[in-house]
């Protein structure tokens, strides 16, 4: 999670497409756009935002409250109630397209 007012979108585009997007993994992992969703929303749905600026400036982990061991799978009652958890914040969230992925600047719709 980037912090919009402290990253701009080139900034967080670069970012992604130098350590998140990884074209010859099983499955390929593209950068595409952005998905943004406020702290405050995050938080009303019962997630937390940690600021982790240690990683890069404006950059935020979500925290579910959930915690599994390595290599273990969550109990059922867990898994369903992060999985409604994703739903919703996927739900809340606004997405925004880059129409130019390829590229160095983020070209949105509405430039």
């Known amino acids: 999670m980037s912090r919009g007012c ?27 756009g952005f998905a943004l969703i406020s702290a405050q929303t995050v938080r009303r749905l019962g997630s937390d935002v940690i600021d982790s600026r240690e990683e890069y400036v404006g950059h935020a982990d979500l925290k579910h409250g959930l915690v599994r061991g390595r290599g273990e799978a969550l109990a059922p009652d867990l898994r369903k109630k992060y999985d409604e958890r994703l739903k919703q914040l996927a739900a809340e ?4 397209e880059d129409r130019a992925p390829h590229r160095l600047r983020f070209a949105s719709s509405n430039d």
Request: aromatic share 22%.
């Open 6 to 32: 402290y990253v701009p979108y080139w900034l967080a585009k670069a970012y992604a497409k130098r350590w998140v997007q990884q074209p010859t993994g099983t499955p390929p992992k593209m950068y595409m």
């Open 93 to 96: 969230a606004i997405y925004v």
